[in-house]
């Protein structure tokens, strides 16, 4: 079984700050690939970032980067330079190469910018 | 339209009766998923449609749910003898076969469903 774990409910971070949201994860399956989508308020899912359990470098795109754990099975998302548009929730998602190839979401962070 | 569409975008219904709800996927996704996140909640997983194998139903909460896929496109969400627990949004989510780990899904913006 695949398990996603996001222990923040709530985050707070100053704008033009850098933010670590936590993700960590549980599957026995060597094969894997973890997911970051975003939710503002308005509730559609914006795909953020992507890394392969055997990539070797950790993935970024712009300002988001994932710092790759794999030993400790975490995936957490850095933010740089936080702006008043990223708050909204953020989600950690998984999908394993086993079994029917669904898409598994943890609960979500809120992350709040302040100015 | 060029991404996932569902109908309706909200739903009041009385307690009891039976909803269905509609996902449109993006054409030429031949996986299709459908989640319900609660009030503030994450998305739980429900059923999983991809090509014509068979569905991953395994996040089904109780046979009141169902699901069909007619001819590898639209999808149909079903919940019979609506419960007030049944309230939430309804992601519907689409992709390209999952060839890779990495491909992305595509989320429609939800049906909010509420029973009265």
């Known amino acids: 079984a695949q398990k996603i774990t996001q222990t923040q409910p709530g985050m707070f971070v100053q704008e033009k700050e850098a933010v670590t949201l936590d993700c960590t994860y549980d599957t026995s399956d060597p094969s894997y690939g973890l997911f970051w989508y975003k939710q503002p308020s308005s509730g559609e899912m914006i795909f953020l970032i992507y890394q392969g359990s055997y990539d070797q470098q950790n993935a970024t795109e712009g300002r988001y980067s994932l710092n790759f754990q794999k030993a400790r099975k975490s995936a957490n998302l850095v933010i740089s330079a936080s702006q008043l548009g990223d708050s909204a929730m953020y989600f950690c998602?998984?999908?394993?190469?086993?079994?029917?190839?669904?898409?598994?979401f943890g609960k979500g962070t809120k992350l709040t910018v302040n100015p | 339209g060029a991404g996932v569409s569902q109908s309706p975008s909200n739903k009041v219904t009385e307690k009891g009766k039976d909803v269905e709800l509609r996902c449109d996927p993006i054409?030429?996704?031949?996986?299709l998923y459908w989640y319900r996140q609660s009030l503030g909640q994450g998305l739980e997983f429900l059923i999983y449609f991809q090509g014509n194998s068979a569905p991953d139903k395994s996040g089904l909460p109780s046979d009141r749910f169902s699901a069909e896929r007619t001819g590898g496109s639209v999808s149909t969400l079903t919940i019979q003898r609506t419960q007030q627990e049944d309230s939430a949004v309804y992601l519907c989510?689409?992709?390209?076969?999952?060839?890779?780990?990495?491909?992305?899904?595509?989320f429609g913006q939800g049906t909010r469903l509420t029973v009265v």
């Open positions: 998602a998984m999908r394993v190469q086993g079994g029917s190839e669904k898409l598994v």
């Open positions: 989510a689409s992709s390209l076969a999952p060839r890779g780990l990495n491909t992305e899904a595509f």
């Open positions: 054409s030429g996704h031949t996986a």
